[in-house]
Nanobody, 116 residues
């Protein structure tokens, strides 16, 4: 099982980034997928989640209207489009896959830094 994040980097405030998480080794389409982030000295927090069926989404209040989670069940990939980035969005972003039997997988994380 692998979850491999990509797309992180350094961006100026107000800029955009698109994170990708490529999954392998499990039946991606049956898993709820989510993005978490962890800033230095803070606990890991849920950013966005998308269901396996129907593609229902939910977001942390701090990112609503700026971030969009989506998934491609053919490419086995989940995305996080991040717009209007703020310095407080700086964190390591993690991808997570959760199955209906309790299987739980995490990626290794990708750094996002928002700074001028």
């Amino acid at each position: 099982v692998q979850l491999v994040e990509s797309g992180g980097g350094l961006v100026q405030p107000g800029g955009s980034l698109r994170l990708s998480c490529a999954a392998s080794g499990f039946t991606f389409s049956t898993y709820t997928m989510s993005w978490y982030r962890q800033a230095p000295g803070k606990e890991r927090e849920l950013v966005a989640v998308i269901s396996s069926v129907g593609g229902r989404t939910n977001y942390a209040d701090s990112v609503k209207g700026r971030f969009t989670i989506s998934r491609d069940n053919v490419k086995n990939t989940v995305y996080l489009q991040m717009n209007s980035l703020k310095p407080e969005d700086t964190a390591v972003y993690y991808c997570r896959g959760t199955g209906y039997l309790g299987n739980d997988y995490w990626g290794q994380g990708t750094q996002v830094t928002v700074s001028s």
